[in-house]
């Protein structure tokens, strides 16, 4: 049987513990994209504090699908507990959930 995912890149998986449900995960690249994209005329003061997210969170996890949605929302993901950026506050500030979860694989990449 085949398996289909609309991951990006995938990295690893693991199973969230409270309701079970598999996520795959994959390398935050968009501050490299923003980095390349910026390379001929620096960066603007917005986007340094862009780059400074990326650095705190260095994953995406893959949730929903890419049609409707974002597809992915940004995270830190550990051996027993991922946060996972899931809204923004009306000061713009992260609003993080806390997931255990378990079985997280890496794949042999």
Not at 39 to 61: I, M, Q, R, S, W
Request: proline share 2%.
């Amino acid at each position: 049987m085949s398996y289909y995912t609309h991951t990006v890149n995938p990295i690893g998986n693991f199973i969230e513990k409270e309701y079970g449900h598999n996520f795959e995960y994959s390398l935050n690249d968009d501050a490299a994209n923003t980095l390349e994209s910026n390379l001929d005329g620096g960066f603007k003061v917005g986007e340094l504090v862009t780059f400074a997210a990326f650095n705190k969170y260095p994953h995406k996890v893959w949730i929903g699908n890419t049609i409707n949605d974002q597809g992915y929302r940004y995270a830190k993901v550990m051996k027993t507990v991922a946060y996972v950026v899931v809204d923004e506050d009306e000061y713009g500030q992260d609003v993080v959930e806390k997931w255990s979860i378990k079985n997280n694989k890496e794949y042999m990449v």
